[in-house]
């Protein structure tokens, strides 16, 4: 029988670069693999307002919110883009807060991309449960727009934006908010200073990822003088792994539902390919880290002794308590009225594949 | 005109990929790719004595004991698996060795795979020069057997003869197998035996020129780190001495040199572009396995600065002096070489400005 063509609109991880190769195939299923320029920002804005691709990744937050009114996608538990992001806020001098005082960005006001971003949903959700800053002690600015943005394509279908916050769209980037005094935070992906220094927000650094919905730079602005919250982010970053044992994922994977229904076996296949595509990016990795990040293989052996061998475990049963936490921080935060049971979320053959695990 | 072809061997490094997938191409060159199936043993030891490829990576320490010989290749500044070796020397328990005092070293049986490979050649010179234990302070066990080896392979193309100085030994068995008896007290090593990266750099590096280990899961604690915290170390030494030390550079036929000049810099210029592009895509996306990836870019940024693996001869000038002085130190030469005898003119004329 021939093969069934599947469109795949994936980030070229590490992990499932195997899969967008063709090295790794699932079997039954040819995966066509969309390139998607516009990174992820647009492949989720395509998923929740046109339902473009058949297989793609898709914001955990976004994917609660959109579930709940019937967004014809289930949930396959290959989580992606994990990340401790509450420990990226950058704060700017003189605002106020104390670098390692959390408790400071109350009465502040604070940037972010979308507000229902995953990023948004655990950078608040730990904020509150660690530290007791709630959303509405703060004053949200939104640097996508209004509409173009994956909280203006929620609205649009139906979901408005939660009522108990004070939440604004930025008339300009943030850069200039902030040389202006405008903005005293920022909820970010990574650091915004030295090599490593993309990924902050907006488009400043975001090389690749992100054209499309961000707002552009204006440039002229001057670099604006800020610093992490957390003095050390690894050091807190770790903390919360040790205390909880959950490493935040912000992006899971969604197959279209009528392909489920009519080819139940799919998911099985997409799994087993997903994992046999992560065996082989952990295995080349240990064999050959990256040259040019010397001591690698130290970190790989301290990131071990943190996280074992894999820091990205797929499955239901691995992902329960961040699957858990985040439907918690949804609810908490009026993004979705109620926690949806799992059966409602993931495909039944993903259930069965783990019942004997 | 149509390209010349020359036969490539080389590492599939993360800096090198571009121009070995064809991303990158040598202005005027096609590069035929042979790859590295069987590790980096086989290549150098088919370079030293068959001169087999035009262009190829190669031990930094077998080329400068094979070029005075005559040997048909000059380097081009273009270095490769720089590592700080000593710090992953491994001490036996209930060798009498203390973790943290190099100088316990003196009076015992140390192995290494391979007793000229650059590898060895830092780690000598190193243990010298920073903790005062001289290579003839202990027993070596070479883990190559006595031909098919680089250190054979120099003896038999070349006729050059094992330093005298040293006493060493040639085992029979492999290296695990000698700790586990008792016959051994430490040995030199690239990998960390511990944690993700041990197991598997081990295995690819041992396959074709090397011996299988014994297993060592029974016994976890017999073999540990010399230097308790070995990256503290390393960045000791690199703070001290502004050098990462390179085990590998780059080769070429001198007859195509010869003939065609121009290939030196056309092959410099395309290494440089493939790792700028490394270098780029690296931080656009970290592994994500790599958890913390981007803190740990920044504090190697802070270190290394943007690129830790400099290519050109001023930039490794330092590095290249240190080598050739342990050379002639652990008599493996017999003099330091003049530049101009090693690399390419067009090379040095490149870097005239710089």
Sequence with gaps: MADLKLSFACTPYDRVLPLITGEVKPDGITLEYSRAPGGVPRIFYDQMKFQRYDVSEMSMSTYLRMRSIKFPYRMLPVFHNRNFSYTYIHIRKNAGIRQGHPEDLKGKKIGIGDYQQTLGLWTRGILQAEFGVKPEDMIWYQGRGQHFSHTGASAEAGLAPPKNVDLRYATTDFDTMFVNGELDAVTGLGLRRGRAGVGGYGTGGQVGGSAGLERRGRGGAGEPDLVTLFPDVRQEAIRYFKKTGVYPPNHCSIVRESIINEHPWVVLSLMEAFEESQRLAIERLQQSPPTLLVFGPHYLRDLDEVFGTDPFPYGIKANAKAMDMAQTFSVQQGLTERKQPLDEIFPQEAFYREEAQ | ?354
């Excluded at chain 2, 020397?89 to 007793?115: C, M, Q, T, V, W």
């Excluded at chain 2, 700028?276 to 740990?296: A, C, D, K, N, W």
């Design chain 2, 1 to 354: 005109m149509a390209d010349l072809h020359l036969s490539f061997a080389i590492a599939p490094y993360d800096r090198v990929m571009p121009l070995i997938t064809g991303e990158v191409k040598p202005l005027g060159i096609t590069l035929d790719y042979w790859g590295a199936q069987s590790g980096q043993g086989n290549p150098f030891y088919d370079q030293i004595k068959f001169q087999r490829w035009d262009v190829s990576e190669m031990s930094m320490s077998s080329f400068l004991r094979m070029r005075p010989t005559g040997w048909g290749y000059r380097m081009l500044p273009v270095f490769h698996n720089r590592n700080f070796s000593w710090t992953n020397i491994r001490i036996r328990e209930g060798s009498g060795i203390r973790h943290g005092h190099p100088e316990d070293l003196k009076g015992k049986r140390i192995g290494i795979a391979d007793y000229q490979m650059s590898l060895g050649l830092w780690t000598r010179g190193i243990l010298q020069m920073e903790f005062g234990v001289k290579p003839e302070d202990m027993v070596w066990y070479q883990e190559r057997s006595e031909h098919f080896s680089h250190t054979g392979a120099s003896g038999s193309a070349a006729g050059l003869g094992v330093p005298k100085n040293v006493e060493l030994h040639y085992a029979t068995t492999d290296f695990n197998t000698m700790f586990l008896k008792g016959e051994l007290d430490a040995g030199t090593g690239l990998s960390m035996l511990i944690g993700r990266s041990g197991e598997g750099r081990q295995s690819s590096a041992l396959s074709g020129i090397g011996r299988v280990q014994a297993d060592l899961g029974a016994k976890p604690d017999l073999v540990s780190l010399l230097f308790p915290d070995p990256r503290q170390e390393a960045t000791r030494f690199f703070k001290k001495t502004g050098v990462y030390p390179p085990n590998h550079c780059t080769a070429v036929r001198e007859s195509i040199l010869d003939e065609h000049p121009w290939v030196a810099v056309s092959l410099m210029d395309a290494f440089e572009e493939a790792k700028r592009l490394s270098i780029e895509r690296l931080h656009q996306s970290l592994p994500t396995l790599m958890v913390f990836g981007q803190q740990y870019f920044k504090e190697l940024g802070e270190l290394f600065g943007r690129d830790p693996f400099p290519y050109g001869l001023k930039a490794n000038a330092k590095a290249f002096e240190f080598a050739q002085t342990f050379s002639l130190q652990q008599g493996l030469t017999e003099r330091k070489q003049p530049l101009e005898e090693i690399f390419p003119e067009e090379i040095l004329f490149r870097e005239e400005r710089a």
